[in-house]
């Protein structure tokens, strides 16, 4: 064969497909880096079958077309750091095809190489002995080939028998790879892929790998075992973030990779070519790494994977439930209204904090597998952060959702549902938070500096996301200020956009603000819903919330 074209391609991709679920339970069995979470075969899997059926759904009518189109859906469906490199290597390849009908072997060639280069520059740390070794392998191999004989059958073979090279040395790249006594289980994905690929164009069978076998008298949690306890195996990051990010510019992109390397390891970044990026990372804060993309454009179709090691609580006899909610909230109204939304209530009084050692009587008492924490507020947030360190997560599951706001706290309890996977719960709530553009309206107790002018005590004072925005003094006024200035921070918020405003009333807000404020925001915005609760916080006259 001389060159592929769509047919070749729609069956390497049918071919990938049924390859790679062949060999799920081998290559989860051998995956130990960079966690030993048994999921790098099903990552695969995942990946190239949304390819493969974006591919079905279409009609191309052109080589370089049909690879365009796996491509994209390979990003779409990726799963893991495994499927986004993947999905970046189909990516290189399409780029280089896009205007070609067939592919033969030059254009093929310049496939591997944007390949090579795209897969790397997705990850934010390449490390050596993984599948971009692999991959990198494979690229040199063909070069070296076509330079020789310019034939396509025998640069797919090379490219497939440097990738089979690369992928036997990898233990001697990756200590924990040795420990563990595997190969590394990205780049066994990455030689089926091209063995695949072989077996198209040349038009035999894809071939065994019998060097490349599982060690049955060595099941998984054997290896597993051995990779945990290696140093730099296990992280110390315990969820797996993935979302989709559309809306991103490319001078965005390098500060969204820098956010994320600073909060977590595994981070990959990879574009489809036409706006839209597959986000990676392993970390700690599920927040902060969903707030990232928040800053670079718009996360959707948002994932989080627990990476903690399934093993029996150690205390399992002292579980009594599997799920709670907690919020530590500052108002005893503001704790009634989270306490009929589901949720038990620590509440904070008269502004006093309660100290770490309180909350952590009480996520034990409340002994739950599984226990969410909301705080309303960046102090709160740290008696929380506090809090959760002291936990050991094998035994207890201890999550902080973030929440700058009790109009936050609020928002994601609206969308707390016991009835689903606590990780999938987490989620939700923390995008719901992240989703709410608050502000607040204050009066001054004593004079300060801001950065749009002086406030003296007894001004009126208003924010949006702790920003001072407007600054008035009340006089004898003072009720009409409020609602002046609340609505000038609602004008605001409400800029960005907003269908649902929720409103907070303080322990000092005045009889009937309110129904002032409803009445104002009808006449300026009827087609926003709005609410008010008596939060009686002491912080803030009123706390304002825009979904």
């Not at 205007?99 to 390949?115: F, M, P």
Request: negative net charge; charged residues 20%; proline residues 4%.
């Amino acid at each position: 064969m001389q060159a592929l074209r769509v047919a070749e391609v729609s069956a390497w991709a049918a071919a990938c497909v049924r390859s790679l679920e062949g060999l799920r339970a081998d290559i989860d069995s051998i995956n130990v880096y960079p966690v030993a979470d048994s999921d790098t075969g099903s990552n695969l899997v995942h990946t190239v079958t949304g390819a493969h059926e974006a591919l079905v759904r279409s009609t191309p009518d052109a080589a370089g077309r049909a690879l365009d189109t796996l491509a994209r859906g390979a990003i779409a469906a990726a799963r893991g750091n495994s499927g986004v490199i993947l999905s970046q290597a189909l990516r290189g390849m399409a780029e280089a095809c896009r205007s070609r009908d067939s592919v033969d072997a030059e254009t093929l060639i310049s496939g591997l190489i944007h390949a090579d280069r795209l897969a790397t520059e997705a990850v934010a740390r390449p490390v050596d002995g993984t599948m971009l070794t692999v991959l990198h392998a494979a690229r040199r191999g063909a070069e070296a080939e076509y330079d020789r004989t310019g034939a396509l059958e025998r640069t797919v073979t090379a490219a497939a028998t440097s990738a089979a090279e690369a992928l036997g040395r990898t233990p001697s790249q990756l200590a924990v790879l040795a420990e563990a006594g595997v190969f590394d289980a990205g780049g066994r994905g990455v030689l089926a892929v091209l063995d695949e690929l072989v077996a198209v164009v040349t038009g035999h069978s894809a071939c065994a790998r019998p060097e490349f076998a599982v060690d049955a008298s060595r099941g998984p949690a054997q290896r597993a075992s051995s990779a945990v306890s290696s140093p730099g195996t296990a992280s110390a990051q315990p969820w797996e973030v993935m979302y989709l990010l559309n809306g991103a510019s490319e001078a965005a992109l390098p500060a969204l990779r820098d956010e994320l390397s600073a909060i977590g390891d595994c981070v990959t970044v990879a574009g489809d070519g036409a706006g839209s990026h597959a986000v990676h990372v392993h970390c700690a804060d599920i927040g902060a790494a969903l707030e990232a993309g928040l800053r670079a454009g718009h996360p959707h179709q948002v994932r989080v994977e627990s990476l903690a090691p399934q093993e029996p609580m150690i205390d399992s006899g002292q579980v009594r439930r599997p799920r709670a909610v907690l919020a530590l909230v500052d108002g005893e109204d503001l704790a009634k209204l989270c306490s009929q939304a589901g949720a038990r209530v620590l509440a904070a009084h008269g502004g006093q904090l309660p100290g770490t050692e309180r909350v952590q009587r009480l996520i034990t008492q409340l002994a739950a597998a599984h226990t969410a924490v909301l705080p309303a507020g960046p102090e709160l947030t740290r008696v929380a952060e506090s809090t959760v360190a002291a936990f050991d997560r094998v035994d207890r599951d201890v999550v902080v959702v973030p929440c700058s706001s009790p109009v936050q706290v609020l928002a994601a309890l609206a969308v707390h549902d016991s009835s689903r996977r606590a990780h999938d719960d987490v989620v939700a709530m923390a995008e719901a938070a992240a989703a709410t553009h608050r502000g607040e309206v204050s009066v001054a107790s004593q004079d300060a500096i801001t950065w749009v002018g002086r406030v003296a005590a007894g001004d009126v004072v208003g924010f949006v996301d702790d920003e001072v925005v407007r600054i008035q003094q009340a006089g004898e006024q003072r009720d009409d200020v409020l609602a002046d200035v609340a609505m000038e921070v609602l004008e605001r918020l409400l800029g960005v956009r907003g269908e649902l405003v929720t409103v907070l009333l303080g322990a000092q807000a005045p009889e009937g603000v309110d129904a002032e404020l409803g009445r104002r925001l009808r006449t300026a915005h009827p087609e926003v819903e709005f609410v008010a609760y008596h939060g009686g916080q002491t912080d803030s006259v009123l706390t304002i919330g825009v979904e």
